[in-house]
């Protein structure tokens, strides 16, 4: 019995840029008993001769209280005044059947950490405006501490709050440019 291994496949050439509106990126974390999760409202994507880049505005980051947004914004967290934008980009994309593994760098709060994102793409399809669009879906986590990241509470019982792992989620529905 033979076993076929997957073949390799390229994303799709040319340019793509993601539709903001059937797209999302945000991050999540283990905090208390739970999990905390955020998204960003303005952010951009681009595959462009086989290499992905994106950033997000740091001063758009939304959570479920605006108090907290405040929070996050401030120097404890992404401190947006100083660093207005978080930003990635690839150096080496790799595709094999429908999975995709994207190794680039990270950069936030000015400070720049290797990452590897992975996960499921589609094929190029048409859409009903009439434009060719395919999606990639992509999660890496990160220790938030390597980027200044350091805020915590510790609870009653001594441990932190927030864990330090951060998953980063990207569902990307990229348009090729006209």
Known sequence: MSTTEPTQQALPTGTWNADPVHSALGFSLDYMAGTFYAAFSKFQAQLADGKLSG????????????????????????????YPQLTFESKEVNRSGDEVTIVGEITIKGHTEPIEL??????PMGDQFGGERFGLKL????????????????LPTGEPA??????????LQLVRAT
Not at 67 to 80: A, I, M, R, Y
Not at 118 to 123: L, V
């Open 139 to 154: 999660e890496a986590t990160v220790d938030r501490t390597k980027f200044g990241l350091n805020w915590n509470a510790p």
């Open 118 to 123: 992975r996960g499921p793409a589609t094929e």
């Open 162 to 171: 927030l864990s330090n792992d951060v998953t980063i989620n990207a569902d």
């Open 55 to 82: 950033s997000a505005d740091a001063s758009k980051v939304e959570v479920k209280d605006t108090t907290l947004e405040g929070h996050l914004q401030s120097p404890e967290f992404f401190d947006v005044e100083r």
